[in-house]
Protein backbone atom coordinates (compact mmCIF):
# COMPACT_ATOMS: atom_id res chain seq x y z
CA UNK A 1 0.00 0.00 0.00
CA UNK A 2 0.79 3.24 -1.09
CA UNK A 3 0.28 7.16 0.46
CA UNK A 4 0.75 9.83 -1.86
CA UNK A 5 -0.11 13.47 -0.03
CA UNK A 6 0.30 16.73 -2.58
CA UNK A 7 1.33 19.98 -1.66
CA UNK A 8 2.41 23.42 -3.09
CA UNK A 9 -0.43 24.40 -4.71
CA UNK A 10 -1.77 28.45 -4.27
CA UNK A 11 -3.05 31.24 -6.54
CA UNK A 12 -0.29 32.78 -9.14
CA UNK A 13 -0.26 35.11 -11.95
CA UNK A 14 -0.32 34.26 -15.87
CA UNK A 15 3.28 34.43 -16.21
CA UNK A 16 4.25 32.78 -12.88
CA UNK A 17 5.56 29.75 -11.12
CA UNK A 18 4.67 27.16 -8.77
CA UNK A 19 6.33 23.79 -7.28
CA UNK A 20 4.63 21.10 -6.36
CA UNK A 21 5.66 18.35 -4.16
CA UNK A 22 4.17 15.05 -3.72
CA UNK A 23 5.59 13.15 -0.53
CA UNK A 24 4.55 9.08 -0.49
CA UNK A 25 4.99 6.60 1.96
CA UNK A 26 4.22 2.93 2.34
CA UNK A 27 5.87 -0.48 1.72
CA UNK A 28 5.42 -1.00 -1.85
CA UNK A 29 7.33 2.70 -3.22
CA UNK A 30 10.11 1.37 -4.55
CA UNK A 31 9.94 0.71 -8.04
CA UNK A 32 7.23 2.88 -8.96
CA UNK A 33 6.77 5.22 -11.58
CA UNK A 34 5.15 8.63 -10.48
CA UNK A 35 2.85 10.43 -13.00
CA UNK A 36 1.14 14.13 -12.16
CA UNK A 37 -2.58 14.80 -13.63
CA UNK A 38 -5.04 17.56 -13.52
CA UNK A 39 -8.50 17.70 -13.53
CA UNK A 40 -11.00 20.88 -14.07
CA UNK A 41 -14.19 21.64 -13.09
CA UNK A 42 -16.23 19.67 -15.70
CA UNK A 43 -13.11 18.04 -16.95
CA UNK A 44 -11.77 14.58 -17.50
CA UNK A 45 -8.43 14.04 -15.51
CA UNK A 46 -5.79 14.28 -17.65
CA UNK A 47 -2.17 13.68 -18.51
CA UNK A 48 0.37 15.94 -17.25
CA UNK A 49 4.05 14.29 -16.82
CA UNK A 50 5.64 11.02 -15.65
CA UNK A 51 8.92 9.93 -14.44
CA UNK A 52 10.24 5.99 -13.80
CA UNK A 53 12.22 5.09 -10.82
CA UNK A 54 15.86 6.04 -11.92
CA UNK A 55 14.55 9.41 -13.80
CA UNK A 56 15.80 8.69 -16.44
CA UNK A 57 12.26 8.11 -18.58
CA UNK A 58 10.32 11.02 -18.69
CA UNK A 59 6.79 12.12 -20.48
CA UNK A 60 5.18 15.05 -21.09
CA UNK A 61 1.77 16.28 -22.44
CA UNK A 62 2.13 18.37 -25.08
CA UNK A 63 0.61 21.45 -23.54
CA UNK A 64 2.91 21.69 -21.26
CA UNK A 65 6.02 20.50 -22.72
CA UNK A 66 8.56 23.29 -22.56
CA UNK A 67 6.96 24.68 -19.25
CA UNK A 68 7.08 22.15 -16.58
CA UNK A 69 9.78 19.62 -15.44
CA UNK A 70 8.97 16.75 -13.06
CA UNK A 71 11.85 15.29 -10.89
CA UNK A 72 11.65 12.95 -8.41
CA UNK A 73 14.53 12.28 -4.68
CA UNK A 74 13.87 8.87 -3.70
CA UNK A 75 15.98 9.58 -0.95
CA UNK A 76 12.78 11.55 0.24
CA UNK A 77 10.36 9.48 -1.43
CA UNK A 78 9.49 13.01 -3.02
CA UNK A 79 8.55 13.70 -6.90
CA UNK A 80 8.33 17.39 -7.97
CA UNK A 81 6.50 19.36 -10.92
CA UNK A 82 8.06 22.86 -11.33
CA UNK A 83 5.77 24.71 -13.19
CA UNK A 84 6.44 28.14 -15.40
CA UNK A 85 5.14 30.28 -17.35
CA UNK A 86 1.75 29.18 -16.57
CA UNK A 87 -1.46 30.13 -18.58
CA UNK A 88 -4.72 30.72 -17.34
CA UNK A 89 -5.73 27.00 -18.84
CA UNK A 90 -3.12 25.36 -16.41
CA UNK A 91 -5.87 25.94 -13.84
CA UNK A 92 -6.83 22.83 -11.89
CA UNK A 93 -6.99 20.51 -9.61
CA UNK A 94 -3.31 18.64 -9.68
CA UNK A 95 -3.10 14.86 -8.55
CA UNK A 96 0.29 12.72 -8.53
CA UNK A 97 -0.40 8.99 -8.94
CA UNK A 98 2.26 6.12 -8.34
CA UNK A 99 2.08 2.25 -9.94
CA UNK A 100 4.50 -0.69 -9.60
CA UNK A 101 6.04 -0.77 -13.18
CA UNK A 102 9.32 0.21 -14.69
CA UNK A 103 7.69 1.84 -17.20
CA UNK A 104 5.59 5.78 -16.75
CA UNK A 105 2.06 5.80 -18.32
CA UNK A 106 0.46 7.93 -19.66
CA UNK A 107 -3.00 7.30 -18.69
CA UNK A 108 -4.66 7.38 -15.84
CA UNK A 109 -6.59 4.22 -15.85
CA UNK A 110 -2.85 2.60 -15.16
CA UNK A 111 -2.14 3.86 -11.88
CA UNK A 112 -3.20 2.43 -8.82
CA UNK A 113 -2.41 4.84 -5.80
CA UNK A 114 -3.40 8.61 -5.70
CA UNK A 115 -2.96 11.37 -3.43
CA UNK A 116 -6.14 13.89 -2.60
CA UNK A 117 -4.95 16.60 -5.10
CA UNK A 118 -3.58 20.15 -4.77
CA UNK A 119 -5.48 23.45 -6.19
CA UNK A 120 -3.58 25.65 -8.99
CA UNK A 121 -5.04 28.73 -9.76
CA UNK A 122 -4.17 31.10 -12.27
CA UNK A 123 -4.99 34.87 -12.23
CA UNK A 124 -4.73 37.28 -15.27
Known amino acids: QVQLVESGGGLVPAGGSLRLSCVAS????????MGWFRQAPGKEREFVAA????????YYADSVKGRFTISRDNTKNTVYLQMNSLKLEDAAIYYC?????????????????WGQGTQVTVSS
Open 51 to 58: INWSGGNI
Open 26 to 33: GRTFSGHA
Open 97 to 113: ASERTPVPSTSRYRYSY
